[in-house]
């Protein structure tokens, strides 16, 4: 057990529908960051938050947002969904940043149909 | 070209052979990341290097900073080794708490009893 827990674990949506995914971090960790992990992109990062603020944003696409709560807990939400948008999604703490190891979740498994 | 290439992408093994996996990036990087998967989806962090060596248990990583190449290297292989081992890297141009992971492809390790 990482210590980081995601919800839900498993989430079915429709095409075009909204849903949020909720990442709690390692106790003291500041960072959080969110990939996706599909067939055939394989594990890309999407965006990284320290203490509230965001800092790096990868491959992330407009439909997708993020933020970070003053209790360090983080959420995607990912709007418009689109059958292509059917992945594993982790995301990761660490203490700091990428001097410091990261830490996973267990994941969400989104399937969109 | 990707960023981080590992290969092999499938490695079939005899249990208790010496097992290598290798990873090669092309980008200036803070610390190189092997995480393993299991087939359940979860992700482990192994180890977290930027120079060197590192060992745990029958596990043991090494870094060539100058080569842009690791290694992991796993002796005494066993079935439950089995699992897809993935190789990160951490881009120098995020500095101080920016950080993201580049990832690997994957190399996909089955030990047979």
């Known amino acids: 057990d990482s210590g980081v827990t995601q919800t839900p674990k498993h989430l079915i949506t429709a095409t075009g529908q909204r849903v949020t995914l909720r990442c709690s971090p390692r106790s003291g960790d500041l960072s959080v960051y969110w990939y996706q992990q599909s067939l055939d992109q394989g594990l890309q990062f999407l965006i990284h938050?320290?203490?509230?603020?965001?800092?790096a944003k990868g491959n992330i696409l407009e439909r997708f947002s993020a933020q970070q709560f003053p209790d360090l807990h983080s959420e995607l939400n990912l709007s418009s969904l689109e059958l292509g948008d059917s992945a594993l999604y982790f995301c990761?703490?660490?203490?700091?940043?990428?001097?410091?190891?990261?830490?996973f979740g267990p994941g969400t498994r989104l399937t969109v149909l | 070209k990707n960023e981080v290439e590992q290969s092999p992408q499938n490695l079939t093994a005899q249990e208790g052979e010496f097992i290598t996996i290798n990873c090669s990036y092309s980008v200036g990087i803070s610390a190189l990341h092997w995480l393993q998967q299991h087939p359940g989806g979860g992700i482990v962090s192994l180890f977290m290097?930027?120079?060197g060596k590192k060992k745990h248990g029958r596990l043991i990583a090494t870094i060539n900073i100058q080569e842009k190449h690791s290694s992991l290297h796993i002796t005494a292989s066993h079935p439950r080794d089995s699992a897809v081992y993935i190789c990160a890297a951490s881009p120098m141009n995020y500095g101080g708490s920016q950080g993201n992971l580049i990832f690997g492809k994957g190399t996909k390790l089955s030990v047979k009893p």
């Open positions: 938050y320290y203490n509230g603020e965001e800092r």
């Open positions: 290097l930027s120079s």
């Open positions: 990761a703490s660490s203490v700091q940043g990428s001097y410091n190891e990261q830490f």
